[in-house]
C-alpha cells in the first residue's frame, strides 16, 4: 500500500500542471493515456518517497481518528513539526536507544491503517505472542491499549485474525440436539421384540482337531430394554 501511495503522490506531482490544461477530446486524452504509461514505466521509487508515502498515509489516519483530551494528554502526544505527524514524547529522550522508539508515532487503535501494522508485524515477529509483537510495534509506533488491540487484530476479529494462532481459541464442534426416541425404544414390549444386530470378527479360534480356524460374533441387541445376547 505504500508503494502505491507512492507512484499515486509522484504521479500526481507530474501530471498536476498538464491535467489543468488539458481539454478532454480524444486526442489528448490518447496523448495523455500514452504519456501516463511511458512515466508509469520509468518510476522507481526512491526510499524518501517511500517514507514520504507512509507519512502521508499514517496522517490521514491521525485526521480521520484524533485522539482524545485524555489520551493526549496521558501520553504526552505532540505534533512533530519535521513530519507533521502527532508523535508520543515520553521520557526516554535521554536514552541510548533509537530516535522513533524514544518519540513513537501516535496510532489511533480504531484505525485500519493499525489493523494493518499489527498483522504485518505479528507475521514479521513469526507469530509470538502479543507481547513481543506488542515490543517490536513500540519501536516505531504507540498504540493506546496495545495487547488488547493486538489481541482483538490476530485473534477475535474475524476479518483480520491469524488462523494459525487463533486455532487454539476455537470452540469444539457441538453436536445437534438429540431427536426423541422411536416408540418401540420407549414402550415396554416383549423382550428381544425388536432386536439390533451386528457382526465383529474374525476371530482366531481352535476347533475340537486344535486347528486355528477364523470365527464370527452376532451381537442380538434388545432395542427396549438393552439386553444382549452373542
Ligand atoms: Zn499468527
Partial sequence: MVRTV??????TTKFRPTFSELTPTEELKLHNRNKFLNFMRSITLSIQDLQIAHDAIIRQEQCRHPPSLRCAKDLNIKFDVKTKLLRCF???????????AIN?????????????????????VLHAGPTI??????????????KTI?????????????????????????????????SFRSNALQVFENTGLDYFGPL????????????????????TYRAIKL
Fill in 6 to 11: 507512492g507512484y499515486i503522490l509522484r504521479l
Fill in 90 to 100: 515520553g521520557r526516554y529522550e535521554r536514552s541510548a536507544i533509537e530516535q522513533e
Fill in 204 to 223: 482366531k479360534t481352535r476347533n475340537s482337531s486344535n486347528e486355528i480356524m477364523k470365527s464370527y460374533g452376532v451381537i442380538f441387541d434388545c432395542l
Fill in 133 to 146: 509483537t506488542l515490543a517490536t510495534i513500540r519501536q516505531k509506533y504507540w498504540i493506546p491499549q496495545g
Fill in 104 to 124: 513513537p508515532i501516535y496510532l489511533p487503535p480504531d484505525s485500519w491503517i493499525t489493523s494493518l501494522i499489527v498483522s504485518e508485524t505479528h507475521l514479521k
Fill in 150 to 182: 493486538i489481541r482483538k487484530v490476530t485473534i477475535y476479529n474475524k476479518q483480520t485474525r491469524c488462523y494459525k494462532c487463533c486455532r487454539p481459541h476455537v470452540k469444539p464442534y457441538t453436536a445437534p440436539p438429540e431427536p426423541p426416541l422411536p
